[in-house]
Protein backbone atom coordinates (compact mmCIF):
# COMPACT_ATOMS: atom_id res chain seq x y z
CA UNK A 1 0.00 0.00 0.00
CA UNK A 2 1.05 3.32 -0.47
CA UNK A 3 1.84 5.95 2.16
CA UNK A 4 3.51 9.45 2.09
CA UNK A 5 5.51 11.08 5.31
CA UNK A 6 5.77 14.58 5.76
CA UNK A 7 8.12 16.30 8.16
CA UNK A 8 8.83 17.96 10.75
CA UNK A 9 5.02 18.40 12.10
CA UNK A 10 5.47 21.28 13.65
CA UNK A 11 8.51 24.20 13.17
CA UNK A 12 8.98 27.56 14.68
CA UNK A 13 11.14 29.38 12.22
CA UNK A 14 12.59 33.20 12.77
CA UNK A 15 11.71 35.43 10.17
CA UNK A 16 14.73 35.50 7.51
CA UNK A 17 15.57 32.28 8.75
CA UNK A 18 15.80 29.24 5.76
CA UNK A 19 13.28 26.77 5.31
CA UNK A 20 13.30 23.13 4.38
CA UNK A 21 10.85 20.73 4.69
CA UNK A 22 10.27 17.09 3.14
CA UNK A 23 7.91 14.71 2.00
CA UNK A 24 8.49 11.31 0.88
CA UNK A 25 6.08 8.42 -0.83
CA UNK A 26 6.24 4.81 -0.48
CA UNK A 27 4.25 2.24 -2.79
CA UNK A 28 4.39 3.87 -5.60
CA UNK A 29 6.38 4.97 -8.54
CA UNK A 30 5.84 8.16 -11.17
CA UNK A 31 3.32 9.97 -8.67
CA UNK A 32 1.91 13.70 -9.02
CA UNK A 33 3.85 15.38 -6.20
CA UNK A 34 2.28 18.83 -4.56
CA UNK A 35 2.75 21.36 -1.62
CA UNK A 36 -0.47 23.27 -0.78
CA UNK A 37 -0.70 25.82 2.20
CA UNK A 38 -3.45 26.48 4.03
CA UNK A 39 -3.86 29.40 5.64
CA UNK A 40 -6.02 29.87 8.90
CA UNK A 41 -10.13 29.95 7.88
CA UNK A 42 -8.74 29.16 4.24
CA UNK A 43 -8.96 26.53 1.77
CA UNK A 44 -5.80 25.06 0.00
CA UNK A 45 -4.19 26.87 -2.13
CA UNK A 46 -1.69 25.02 -4.33
CA UNK A 47 1.68 26.48 -4.22
CA UNK A 48 3.62 23.87 -6.40
CA UNK A 49 2.84 20.35 -8.43
CA UNK A 50 5.58 17.91 -9.93
CA UNK A 51 4.87 15.83 -12.42
CA UNK A 52 8.42 13.95 -12.57
CA UNK A 53 12.15 14.23 -10.94
CA UNK A 54 13.13 17.68 -11.98
CA UNK A 55 9.99 19.22 -13.24
CA UNK A 56 8.57 22.11 -11.51
CA UNK A 57 5.85 24.31 -11.63
CA UNK A 58 5.07 27.14 -9.56
CA UNK A 59 1.44 28.43 -9.37
CA UNK A 60 1.89 31.20 -7.02
CA UNK A 61 4.64 33.30 -6.64
CA UNK A 62 6.67 33.73 -3.67
CA UNK A 63 9.75 33.94 -1.96
CA UNK A 64 9.36 29.61 -1.72
CA UNK A 65 10.76 27.16 -4.00
CA UNK A 66 10.57 23.36 -4.36
CA UNK A 67 12.74 20.31 -5.90
CA UNK A 68 12.31 16.74 -6.76
CA UNK A 69 15.59 15.26 -6.62
CA UNK A 70 14.37 11.81 -6.39
CA UNK A 71 10.94 9.84 -8.02
CA UNK A 72 9.52 9.81 -4.65
CA UNK A 73 10.78 13.40 -3.09
CA UNK A 74 9.84 16.77 -3.37
CA UNK A 75 10.85 19.33 -0.71
CA UNK A 76 9.80 23.04 -0.10
CA UNK A 77 12.73 25.20 0.65
CA UNK A 78 12.79 28.99 1.27
CA UNK A 79 16.33 31.23 1.83
CA UNK A 80 14.66 33.43 3.73
CA UNK A 81 10.94 33.25 5.96
CA UNK A 82 8.45 36.04 6.09
CA UNK A 83 5.94 36.67 8.74
CA UNK A 84 3.37 35.75 5.90
CA UNK A 85 4.93 31.92 5.63
CA UNK A 86 3.32 30.95 8.48
CA UNK A 87 0.36 28.43 7.92
CA UNK A 88 -0.09 24.95 7.43
CA UNK A 89 1.96 23.12 4.72
CA UNK A 90 0.38 19.92 2.99
CA UNK A 91 2.17 17.43 0.62
CA UNK A 92 -0.17 15.30 -1.46
CA UNK A 93 0.19 12.99 -4.48
CA UNK A 94 -1.81 11.27 -7.12
CA UNK A 95 -1.68 8.50 -9.70
CA UNK A 96 -1.40 11.03 -12.43
CA UNK A 97 -4.34 9.91 -14.05
CA UNK A 98 -7.62 11.57 -15.03
CA UNK A 99 -10.07 11.21 -11.90
CA UNK A 100 -8.04 10.24 -9.10
CA UNK A 101 -8.01 11.09 -5.94
CA UNK A 102 -5.42 13.64 -3.74
CA UNK A 103 -3.67 11.57 -1.15
CA UNK A 104 -2.40 14.25 1.77
CA UNK A 105 0.47 14.12 4.05
CA UNK A 106 -0.21 14.75 7.79
CA UNK A 107 0.86 18.84 7.43
CA UNK A 108 3.54 21.30 8.76
CA UNK A 109 2.49 24.13 11.10
CA UNK A 110 4.97 26.37 10.57
CA UNK A 111 5.24 29.48 12.49
CA UNK A 112 7.58 32.62 11.59
CA UNK A 113 8.25 34.52 14.23
CA UNK B 1 -10.02 31.28 -13.67
CA UNK B 2 -11.49 27.92 -12.32
CA UNK B 3 -13.81 28.66 -9.14
CA UNK B 4 -14.74 26.62 -6.37
CA UNK B 5 -17.14 27.88 -3.72
CA UNK B 6 -18.17 26.53 -1.02
CA UNK B 7 -21.65 27.27 1.53
CA UNK B 8 -22.16 27.89 4.58
CA UNK B 9 -18.34 28.63 5.33
CA UNK B 10 -19.27 27.55 8.74
CA UNK B 11 -22.27 25.62 10.15
CA UNK B 12 -23.57 25.10 13.83
CA UNK B 13 -25.30 21.50 14.54
CA UNK B 14 -26.90 19.51 17.55
CA UNK B 15 -26.44 15.98 17.53
CA UNK B 16 -28.86 13.68 15.84
CA UNK B 17 -29.61 16.95 12.88
CA UNK B 18 -29.30 16.37 8.92
CA UNK B 19 -26.93 19.01 7.47
CA UNK B 20 -26.39 20.11 3.47
CA UNK B 21 -23.53 21.21 2.22
CA UNK B 22 -23.24 22.94 -0.79
CA UNK B 23 -20.62 23.85 -3.74
CA UNK B 24 -20.25 25.33 -6.85
CA UNK B 25 -18.10 25.50 -9.37
CA UNK B 26 -16.90 27.30 -12.16
CA UNK B 27 -14.01 25.40 -14.25
CA UNK B 28 -13.02 24.50 -17.42
CA UNK B 29 -13.53 21.20 -18.71
CA UNK B 30 -14.81 19.61 -15.46
CA UNK B 31 -13.72 16.00 -14.92
CA UNK B 32 -14.37 15.21 -11.81
CA UNK B 33 -15.54 16.47 -7.99
CA UNK B 34 -14.05 15.50 -4.45
CA UNK B 35 -15.16 15.83 -1.12
CA UNK B 36 -12.42 15.84 1.57
CA UNK B 37 -13.17 15.76 5.55
CA UNK B 38 -10.10 17.15 7.61
CA UNK B 39 -10.25 17.07 11.49
CA UNK B 40 -6.81 18.21 12.57
CA UNK B 41 -4.38 17.38 9.71
CA UNK B 42 -4.66 15.42 6.77
CA UNK B 43 -7.74 15.31 4.52
CA UNK B 44 -8.88 12.15 4.25
CA UNK B 45 -10.63 11.43 0.86
CA UNK B 46 -14.51 11.28 0.90
CA UNK B 47 -16.13 10.60 -2.66
CA UNK B 48 -15.58 11.25 -5.83
CA UNK B 49 -17.85 12.18 -8.45
CA UNK B 50 -17.74 12.44 -12.30
CA UNK B 51 -21.31 11.72 -13.58
CA UNK B 52 -24.30 13.36 -12.92
CA UNK B 53 -27.27 12.26 -10.52
CA UNK B 54 -25.50 9.47 -9.53
CA UNK B 55 -25.59 9.35 -5.61
CA UNK B 56 -22.19 8.53 -3.72
CA UNK B 57 -23.43 7.12 -0.47
CA UNK B 58 -20.87 5.94 2.82
CA UNK B 59 -22.78 4.83 5.97
CA UNK B 60 -24.39 8.43 6.70
CA UNK B 61 -22.65 10.79 4.22
CA UNK B 62 -24.05 10.51 0.63
CA UNK B 63 -22.98 13.08 -2.12
CA UNK B 64 -24.38 13.68 -5.63
CA UNK B 65 -23.78 15.92 -8.32
CA UNK B 66 -25.43 18.03 -10.66
CA UNK B 67 -23.12 18.88 -13.77
CA UNK B 68 -26.23 20.88 -15.34
CA UNK B 69 -26.14 23.56 -12.43
CA UNK B 70 -22.48 23.54 -11.94
CA UNK B 71 -22.81 21.69 -8.18
CA UNK B 72 -22.58 19.10 -5.86
CA UNK B 73 -24.13 18.65 -2.08
CA UNK B 74 -22.78 16.53 0.71
CA UNK B 75 -25.20 14.93 3.11
CA UNK B 76 -24.54 14.10 6.66
CA UNK B 77 -28.03 12.57 8.30
CA UNK B 78 -28.15 11.77 12.16
CA UNK B 79 -24.81 14.01 12.75
CA UNK B 80 -22.56 13.02 15.85
CA UNK B 81 -19.79 15.06 17.59
CA UNK B 82 -17.28 12.83 15.81
CA UNK B 83 -18.84 14.60 12.43
CA UNK B 84 -17.13 18.05 13.08
CA UNK B 85 -14.33 18.76 10.86
CA UNK B 86 -13.71 21.26 8.06
CA UNK B 87 -15.86 19.49 5.00
CA UNK B 88 -13.06 20.49 1.67
CA UNK B 89 -14.73 20.11 -2.03
CA UNK B 90 -12.07 19.98 -4.75
CA UNK B 91 -12.36 19.93 -8.44
CA UNK B 92 -10.28 18.64 -10.92
CA UNK B 93 -10.32 20.02 -14.70
CA UNK B 94 -8.05 19.67 -18.29
CA UNK B 95 -6.80 23.06 -17.36
CA UNK B 96 -4.45 21.72 -14.62
CA UNK B 97 -3.02 18.87 -12.92
CA UNK B 98 -3.88 19.62 -9.28
CA UNK B 99 -7.16 19.94 -7.78
CA UNK B 100 -8.77 23.23 -7.05
CA UNK B 101 -10.07 23.79 -3.73
CA UNK B 102 -12.72 25.62 -2.27
CA UNK B 103 -12.39 27.18 1.39
CA UNK B 104 -14.09 24.39 3.44
CA UNK B 105 -17.34 24.19 5.56
CA UNK B 106 -16.24 24.10 8.91
CA UNK B 107 -18.36 22.36 10.79
CA UNK B 108 -18.83 21.93 14.51
CA UNK B 109 -21.58 19.28 15.89
CA UNK B 110 -22.76 19.46 19.99
CA UNK B 111 -23.81 17.39 21.83
Known amino acids: SQTIHQWPATLVQPVGSPLSLECTVE??????LYWYRQAAGRGLQLLFY??????ISSEVPQNLSASRPQDRQFILSSKKLLLSDSGFYLC????????????FGQGTRLTVV | EDKVVQSPLSLVVHEGDTVTLNCSYE??????LLWYKQEKKAPTFLFML????IEKKSGRLSSILDKKELSSILNITATQTGDSAIYLC???????????FGKGTSLLVTP
Open chain 1, 92 to 103: AWTRGTANTEAF
Open chain 1, 27 to 32: GTSNPN
Open chain 1, 50 to 55: SVGIGQ
Open chain 2, 27 to 32: VTNFRS
Open chain 2, 50 to 53: TSSG
Open chain 2, 90 to 100: AVESDSGYALN
